[in-house]
């Protein structure tokens, strides 16, 4: 019987590294994130036990937006956020397109209200809801 080849220690499972690089909570999130098609490796969808390597391309769509990265470092281990922020590094323009977004959502949040709206805070919001 043949023993299984062994992973070169400077590879390891794409959904892994995510995990351990702080972009998703949990490995089962990350490994759908990957099947679902909101990672991909080198401008390709890819699989969860996809091999990732040093200077990898990747982007990631989590809740917080769209992340262009680079990898630069490996780890199949999740530690504190300070080491994971050294795992990669994130294009100039993805972080301005980010900070872009956020402000966009900022200026388009809705009205606020202490507790139940009122008739007139009700009314405001079906105007500014219907247009009318």
């Keep these: 019987m043949t023993q299984p080849i062994p992973l070169p220690e400077d590879r390891f499972r794409l959904d892994k590294w995510l995990w351990a690089a702080r972009f998703f909570k949990t490995r089962a999130l990350a490994a759908e994130a990957v099947a679902g098609g909101k990672v991909h490796l080198n401008g390709a969808r890819t699989k969860p036990g996809h091999d990732i390597g040093l200077g990898d391309a990747l982007s990631v769509r989590t809740e917080s937006g769209l992340f262009v990265l680079h990898v630069r470092g490996l780890s199949n281990r999740r530690g504190p956020a300070r080491e994971a922020i050294l795992l990669y590094e994130e294009t100039a323009q993805s972080q301005q397109d980010r900070e872009a977004m956020l402000m966009a959502l900022r200026i388009l949040a809705p009205p606020s209200f202490a507790g139940r709206p009122s008739k007139k ?9 219907d247009g009318e």
Excluded at 121 to 129: G, K, N, V
Aim: charge should be positive; aromatic fraction near 0%; hydrophobic fraction near 45%.
């Design 121 to 129: 805070d009700r009314r405001a919001l079906t105007l500014l809801r």
